[in-house]
């Protein structure tokens, strides 16, 4: 997670302003959608929901909203009835006596049900409390229309008054969410799923991917608001297996391949407001991811003119990335350019990012064969020599489960990037992931639905269907069981209420790396 505050002032930028000019005309205009309030909600304690809180649906009925007046102290809470990205506008008026003073309310806008049971004074984590999405207003006259300026995220709308006069109370009526998205669920065919429960969990994957599908593949509507490189890898994936928007696609790619460093270093994430912006963090595995993405794209489309246009990027960011093995063909991470992998800091991930580096290559090489480069055989021999290093000086033959050089760890992550490389043989593979579901399932320390993805597919690619799915219920099913509208940015089975911020009201309930059972449904599953 410290990754994420990297400071490096000192460097220096590459602005392709033709690639640039190629990403904003990609730039889509959002679909707006109009949405009501289902229901006037109840926040009730639930020990089996998400950070011990559900909702229940009030004895108020919504269709009498400004027949319930609120004064000091009072509240009430809108259920939109699912999770919706986009702006809420609620008229108010005064009832009783003429309005003797101020109206001063407080709307909190929720993801789930304890976000509005949280109270953001109490909140005193490592992220910027800015982000909690709670507004404080002074209304000096009614009646008024309250249309917020902000954009949210969010299920649940909570209408608190601080206070009026003793003389007259506050009437809220004609609440409206307008939503936002790139996509609709209207251009997306309805898949037959037989399996009732991988239906609800693709159903929801879906859904948290139309709400991160905004101007950019976007990390979490409610927090970030970013394009970060891991994510944008996962949800092209899901995209080209559901709502297929090539555009958003490549509008991504072109901004990555627009903006990087001097020497060709490709940043974690990039900022579309209020100018185009690079972060100024480096992870190793992101930015090699671009190389993967571009792959993926060209494989799915064939857009020549796209990777004519952004081969040159990969290519640089390759050679760069290539500078980090040694002669022995070992991979030698920096900290200055660190992998990721995932969030938990509870394993060695050396021999993991030893894996990304072969599978980007891999991918790489591909499209260098249809460049025609002249290093095509420079690149297979490094790759080469990085798979040999793997099988020779991080393989236990014994164990079956790749290690740690330094110390002998066998960890899950090792064993997963692995067998996405490749780099083993099929019935090799297979073995190595029997083996870690014999000797580390259930799973413990991984932190993010990201790494549970690359566990499944895993899983799926040594030929383990029955594993495969038996975990996508297990981790996203029990996300659902317990609440779920949108898949989260985290979440721990051995710990159901764990927030790496400490905190459910700063936690992102819909994020984008945990869209991809919609993917790997689609893409193993399909009939």
């Known amino acids: 997670m410290a990754f994420t505050f990297q400071i490096n002032d000192d460097v220096v930028w590459n602005h392709d302003e033709k690639l640039l000019a190629k990403a904003q005309s990609n730039t889509p205009d959002l679909i707006q959608t109009t949405i009501t ?25 919504i269709a009498n909203l400004a027949d319930y007046t609120l004064g000091r102290d009072e509240s009430m809470v809108l259920d939109l009835g699912d999770h919706y990205v986009g702006k809420f506008s609620v008229d108010i008026d005064s009832v009783g006596s003429p309005m003797d003073a101020p109206l001063y309310i407080r709307l909190k806008f929720a993801e789930i049900p304890a976000e509005i049971s949280a109270e953001s004074a109490d909140y005193d984590g490592w992220l910027s409390r800015s982000w909690i999405q709670e507004e404080f207003v002074h209304i000096d006259v009614l009646p008024m229309t309250l249309e917020m300026p902000r954009r949210y995220s969010c299920r649940y709308i909570e209408l608190s008054v601080i206070d009026t006069s003793p003389k007259w109370k506050a009437s809220f009526s004609n609440p409206k969410f307008v939503a936002e998205s790139s996509v609709s669920m209207d251009q997306l065919p309805k898949p037959v799923i037989k399996d009732k429960e991988l239906e609800a969990i693709y159903n929801i994957s879906v859904k948290t991917l139309q709400d991160c599908m905004q101007t950019v593949f976007e990390d979490g509507p409610k927090r970030d608001r970013r394009l970060w490189i891991g994510d944008l890898r996962l949800q092209a994936l899901a995209n080209y297996y559901t709502f297929d928007d090539l555009a958003l696609t490549k509008r991504c790619l072109y901004l990555f391949g627009g903006m990087t460093t001097e020497e060709g270093k490709i940043p974690a994430n990039v900022f579309t407001a209020p100018k185009l912006t690079p972060d100024d963090t480096f992870l190793f595995d992101y930015s090699l991811f671009f190389a993967t993405i571009l792959f993926d794209y060209v494989e799915h489309t064939q857009d020549q003119e796209v990777l004519q246009d952004l081969y040159p990027a990969a290519k640089k960011e390759i050679d760069l990335a290539l500078q980090q093995v040694d002669e022995q063909g070992r991979l030698v991470l920096t900290e200055d350019w660190p992998v990721f992998i995932d969030w938990s800091n509870e394993f060695d991930k050396a021999t993991a990012g030893q894996a ?46 790749f290690i740690i050089e330094t110390s002998g760890e066998m960890n899950v992550a090792s064993q997963v990037w692995m067998v996405l490389a490749e780099v083993m043989d099929e019935d090799t593979n297979k073995k190595i992931m029997e083996t870690t579901v014999a000797e580390q399932f259930p799973i413990t320390g991984i932190a993010t639905p990201y790494m549970y993805h690359h566990v499944v597919e895993a899983l799926f690619v040594a030929g383990l269907s029955d594993a495969a799915v038996q975990l996508m219920k297990d981790y996203w099913g029990t996300m659902i ?25 700063i936690s992102s309930y819909c994020h984008a790396w945990s869209c991809t059972p919609a993917y790997l449904i689609k893409k193993y599953l399909a009939d």
Not at 38 to 59: P, Q, R, T, Y
Not at 381 to 392: G, I, M, N, P, R
Not at 492 to 505: A, H, R, V
Request: aromatic share 12%.
């Open 37 to 61: 309030p289902a229901a006037i909600a109840e926040i009730v304690a639930d020990e089996k929901s998400v950070n011990g809180f559900k909702s229940v649906v009030s004895d108020k009925h």
């Open 356 to 401: 990304v580096m072969i599978y980007a290559l891999k991918r790489f090489i591909q499209l260098a064969e249809k460049m025609n480069d002249a290093k095509l055989t420079h690149y297979q021999e490094v790759c080469d020599q990085l798979a040999s290093f793997a099988k020779t000086a991080l393989y236990n033959e014994e164990k079956q489960q």
């Open 481 to 505: 069981e317990m609440g779920a509208d949108t898949f989260w940015e985290a979440f721990k089975p051995e710990e159901p209420n764990f927030s790496p911020y400490g905190s459910p009201i």
